[in-house]
T-cell receptor, first 116, second 113 residues
């Protein structure tokens, strides 16, 4: 039972353009969402998060949007840079409080390639 | 300030042997999480530990797998009588507490031959 789904295994974008990575979830108890970036042979590194009480959170080139009614979130990267090429994982937590990083449920990941 | 240290980075075991994976959390972190990533899949939660306590082991297979986080020393994920299906990347993460962000280690890649 895949509670967090990233339906696009890969995405290819030109440098300078916008990258949009999508994530859907089925568990309505999830109340905190995170995006991680992962390079080969390394552990995931935290990028940005959003609480279910918000619909948008922005940090530099990265913006996460949350549509609770559609159970959908997306990560926008603009402008995209070649160094952004990595695997991006969406993750969700169902712990109460809005800021809990308890047990995380991850999506399968999307491989982003940014071409110079 | 060193990050989360996992060792070994690569581990090869024959079927039936035991695998021990170690995780030293960041300084000041008393919460440890273990995740497993099978090929072509996302990370799957295994277990959440605090010092000397298992808080949530809902993701641990019922047999052959165990985890501990002693008062002194690293957290250990132990897999007894390994099978080929145990081949995966095992990631450890640590945090100051359940309401704080994780930092992941670089993982241990277990190959069972």
């Amino acid at each position: 039972d895949q509670q967090v789904k990233q339906n696009s295994p890969s995405l290819s974008v030109q440098e300078g353009r916008i990258s949009i990575l999508n994530c859907d979830y089925t568990n309505s108890m999830f109340d905190y969402f995170l995006w991680y970036k992962k390079y080969p042979a390394e552990g995931p590194t935290f990028l940005i998060s959003i609480s279910s009480i918000k619909d948008k959170n922005e940090d530099g080139r990265f913006t996460v949007f949350l549509n609770k009614s559609a159970k959908h979130l997306s990560l926008h990267i603009v402008p995209s840079q070649p160094g952004d090429s990595a695997v991006y994982f969406c993750a969700a937590s169902e712990d109460a409080g809005g800021t809990s990083y308890g047990k995380l449920t991850f999506g399968q990941g999307t491989i982003l390639t940014v071409h110079p | 300030n060193a990050g989360v240290m996992q060792n070994p980075r690569h581990l090869v075991r024959r079927r039936g042997q035991e695998a021990r994976l170690r995780c030293s959390p960041m300084k000041g972190h008393s919460h440890v999480y273990w995740y497993r990533q099978l090929p072509e899949e996302g990370l799957k939660f295994m277990v959440y530990l605090q010092k000397e306590n298992i808080i949530d082991e809902s993701g641990m297979p019922k047999e052959r797998f165990s985890a501990e986080f002693p008062k002194e020393g690293p957290s250990i994920l132990r897999i007894q009588q390994v099978v080929r299906g145990d081949s995966a990347a095992y990631f450890c993460a640590s945090s100051k507490g359940a309401n704080y962000g994780y930092t992941f280690g670089s993982g241990t890649r277990l190959t069972v031959v």
